[in-house]
Every structure is written in structure tokens, then in C-alpha cells.
């Protein structure tokens, strides 16, 4: 059963950038596409962007250009940056794997991180 | 772009069937992902494709599709599907992937 780990600052602040990295384990990052997801407090869920594990990945328009997701094969870890950070950014940050070869189907989710942007 | 359109609140009597809508172009195109969300927990897939559970999810969750609506349907509901359910798809363009605003199921 693959496990997905959410880590990073709890803290950010604003116009800096926020880095997360989702750590898996029980399984390898390769194969499948990894989507970061977010959810500010009391609201609904934002698909942030995803990368597939050869490299090509896509992104919220509306954050893209504040977006960069990375993989690391090696340490089995993707990462997620976001620049530019502001209280808008405030949520709860998950990482999710498609289990299914469909980069919508996410089988597997982090348990997520609060990411809190304050001076 | 494209969006997709969810009532924020539905309700259903325990043990009675419910459906839960999402409507939006891109659903003509692809299949809805439905997740479930309960309070200070990360989502958990229940449909996906036509009409595909997850193993672990009671089959009493099922899921369609017409024109440009995705439904989720709960029959028999059980206190224990009270929660926030979202459907997901990708954007008509493809370059994305976009959520609904999720309805808040109450079980009475």
C-alpha cells in the first residue's frame, strides 16, 4: 500500500515561496502522474497542478506562473514551490497519486499540510 | 475555461437515496471522480470512469452521467455518508483539471 507524506513550513511569509515535498513510500514515484492539491480553511478543493513521472507536468492556470512541481526518482519525493505567496494561499496542502492511469483518479492522498501565510 | 457546478448543501433522510449533481460542458467530453470528505480528513476517491468504485466502497454508492451532468447516488444513505463530496474532471481545453465547489451532504 503506497504512503504518501506531506512535509514542509506550517509558516510562510507573504511574497516569499512556499516549499512542500511529498514523500511516497511503498511504492515508486515512477508510472504514475502526482497532483498537488490545496483547500483553504472552510472552503473546497483547488487542483494546484500535476506531474507525470517522466517529467511533463501541467498547472492551475491561475497559479501558473507561481507554480513549479518537481520529482525526484531518487529520493522517491515530488515537490511542490509556489512563489510570490500571499494570505491567499493559506490551506491545507495535499499531494495525491493517480493509481489508475487517469491523471483525474487519485487513489492515494497525503494527509495533507497546513501551510499558513503570515507576517 | 471550464467550471463545474455543485449544490452546496443537500440533505436525505437515513436510508433514503440521494443524488448528488454536478454540471459542467467539460462532462460531455469526460467522466466525473467523485471524492468524499469528512471533517479533518483528506478525500477518499468512491466513483470514478462510468461507473467504477474503489475497493472498500459499499456499493450503495453508484454514479452516471447525462449530457453535461454527473450524479452521485447514494442508495440507502447511511449516517456515515455525511460529509462534502466533489466531483473533479478535467477542463474542456485539457490543460487543466478542475474541482466543483462540493455539496455537504446531511444525513437526518
Known amino acids: 500500500q503506497v504512503q504518501l507524506q506531506e512535509s514542509g513550513p506550517g509558516l510562510v511569509k507573504p511574497s516569499e515561496t512556499l516549499s512542500l515535498t511529498c514523500t511516497v513510500s511503498g511504492g515508486s514515484i515512477s508510472g504514475y502522474y502526482w497532483t498537488w492539491i490545496r483547500q483553504p480553511p472552510g472552503k473546497g478543493l483547488e487542483w494546484i497542478g500535476h506531474i507525470y513521472y517522466s517529467g511533463i507536468n501541467k498547472s492551475n492556470p491561475s497559479l501558473k506562473s507561481r507554480v513549479t512541481i518537481s520529482g525526484d526518482t531518487s529520493k522517491n519525493q515530488i515537490s511542490l514551490k509556489l512563489t510570490s505567496v500571499t494570505a491567499a494561499d493559506t490551506a491545507v496542502y495535499y499531494c495525491?497519486?493517480?493509481?489508475?492511469?487517469?491523471?483525474?483518479?487519485?487513489?492515494?492522498w497525503g494527509q495533507g499540510t497546513l501551510v499558513t501565510v503570515s507576517s | 475555461s471550464s467550471e463545474l457546478t455543485q449544490d452546496p448543501a443537500v440533505s436525505v433522510a437515513l436510508g433514503q437515496t440521494v443524488r448528488i449533481t454536478c454540471q459542467g460542458d467539460?462532462?460531455?467530453?469526460?467522466?466525473a471522480t467523485w471524492f468524499q470528505q469528512k471533517p479533518g480528513q483528506a478525500p477518499v476517491l468512491v466513483i470514478y470512469g462510468r461507473n467504477n468504485r474503489p475497493s472498500g466502497i459499499p456499493d450503495r454508492f453508484s454514479g452516471s452521467t447525462s449530457g453535461s451532468t454527473a450524479s452521485l447516488t447514494i442508495t440507502g444513505a447511511q449516517a456515515e455518508d455525511e460529509a462534502d463530496y466533489y466531483c473533479h474532471s478535467r477542463d474542456r481545453s485539457e490543460n487543466h483539471m478542475i474541482f466543483g465547489g462540493g455539496t455537504k451532504l446531511t444525513v437526518l
Open positions: 495525491a497519486r493517480d493509481g489508475l492511469g487517469d491523471p483525474t483518479i487519485y487513489d492515494s
Open positions: 467539460s462532462l460531455r467530453i469526460y467522466f
